[in-house]
């Protein structure tokens, strides 16, 4: 008795289901029927948006390459500047150095003893 009942319950809902998937094929064919016709009816537009983002695209091309030399430009001296302020104290000392030999090394006059 229990199984002639869950065989109705399965071939209805097996019913039910046959008739829900071909509701949802006659709305996705309906969807696919206006979604061409909005395209269709819309597309000179977006051709239109499309050239307008080109053109202003290579109108700002010259200014954003500007601007990256500059921002170029300040990342090489910031790396220069970051590698040698920590390097001063000894460049100074190296030149210090060389200074002094050179300063010691030049040759002094001797002074003649009076006759």
């Not at 289901?17 to 696919?32: E, K, R, S, T, Y």
């Amino acid at each position: 008795m229990f199984e002639l009942l869950a065989l109705g319950v399965l071939l209805a809902g097996g019913v039910l289901m046959v008739g829900l998937m071909g509701g949802v094929l006659v709305i996705g064919l309906v969807g696919a029927v206006l979604k061409l016709a909005f395209l269709l009816i819309l597309l000179p537009f977006k051709l239109l948006g499309f050239l307008l983002k080109l053109v202003l695209g290579l109108a700002l091309l010259p200014i954003v390459a500007a601007v990256g030399l500059v921002a170029l430009a300040f990342v090489v001296i910031g790396g220069l500047l970051a590698v040698l302020v920590p390097l001063l104290p000894l460049i100074l000392g190296g030149l210090l150095i060389v200074y002094l030999v050179k300063w010691l090394a030049k040759p002094r006059p001797v002074a003649m003893p009076p006759a």
